[in-house]
């Protein structure tokens, strides 16, 4: 059985993850709140992973990093330390955490780190700086760890449009603007955290032993298509 770590597993996509991995993994959660699920092969760290210092773990197969952020600005209304704080959650906390656990994945069993973009990082859009600078970093994080740590770990990101999370509660708080959203997307539709956390659940198995160092658009056709 496989042993996989995720962070921000409380709440989101990491939370739909946790309860699919469950089913045949032991899972290592790390998130300031506690998860509302247990399970015999769930194990829980309080940790705020930029603040505080991050928790032992002997033995692990795949690590997922969730945590990210929503800060949709103008660009004269972003502030300098908006774009530290987004780069800090996305980028620096994903890099923490990997040169935490590097050791014990070398170990593991065909391991596996997943990352989280955005589809903001490859389609222009209003508002979007700062997300889209610190999802970027993601992007060429991966590039660049997918050459240095093959053939022992793979690594590879999922880029989703919107998502129905928390996150993104203020981008659906109503009826018109879910059918904004929806109407936006050529396939007239957005993602819900469970199908995204399928796709985290694939690229963490050994089904998926060819594939590194890739970007995969979760897009809803809202980056490849003009219709
Ligand atoms: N939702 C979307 O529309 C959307 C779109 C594109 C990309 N994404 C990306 O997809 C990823 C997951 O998004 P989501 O919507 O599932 O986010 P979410 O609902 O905000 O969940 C994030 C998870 O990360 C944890 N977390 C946040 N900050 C943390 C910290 N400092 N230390 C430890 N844990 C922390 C949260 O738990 P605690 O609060 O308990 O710590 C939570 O479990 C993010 O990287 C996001 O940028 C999301």
New binding site residues.
């Given amino acids: 059985m496989k042993t996989i770590i995720v ?9 739909a993850l946790i309860d699919k991995l469950l089913i045949s993994c032991r899972v290592i959660n ?4 506690t998860p509302e699920i247990s399970h015999n092969h769930l194990t829980h760290h309080s ?5 505080d210092e991050l928790p032992n773990i002997e033995q692990a197969d795949g690590l997922v990093y ?5 800060n949709l600005k103008p660009i004269s209304r972003l502030s300098i330390d908006d774009f530290k704080s987004d780069f800090e ?2 980028v620096l ?1 994903a890099v923490k955490v990997i040169q935490k656990y590097l050791p014990i994945l070398k170990n593991g069993n065909q391991p596996s780190i997943v990352l ?4 903001a990082a490859k389609l222009g859009m209003p508002y979007h700086a700062s ?1 889209a600078v610190a ?1 970027s970093g993601v992007e060429g994080l991966v590039k660049s760890l997918g050459a240095e740590l093959a053939p022992t770990i793979r690594i590879n990101a999922i ?5 129905n ?4 509660s203020k ?1 659906l708080r109503n009826d018109k603007m879910i059918e904004n959203i929806t109407e936006r997307h050529p396939l007239k539709k957005f ?1 819900n ?1 469970e199908e ?1 956390a399928e796709m985290a659940v694939f690229l963490l198995s050994d089904s998926c032993a060819s594939i590194s160092g890739q970007i995969f658009q979760m897009d809803c056709g809202i980056v490849s298509f003009k219709i």
Avoid: H, Q, W, Y
């Fill in positions: 962070i921000g597993g409380s709440k989101g996509i990491g939370k790390i998130s300031r709140s940790c705020d992973v930029i603040n969730c945590p990210g952020s929503i959650i996305n906390g989280f973009s955005t589809v997300i999802k880029a989703p449009t919107v998502t999370t928390e996150l993104a981008l993602l955290p995204v």
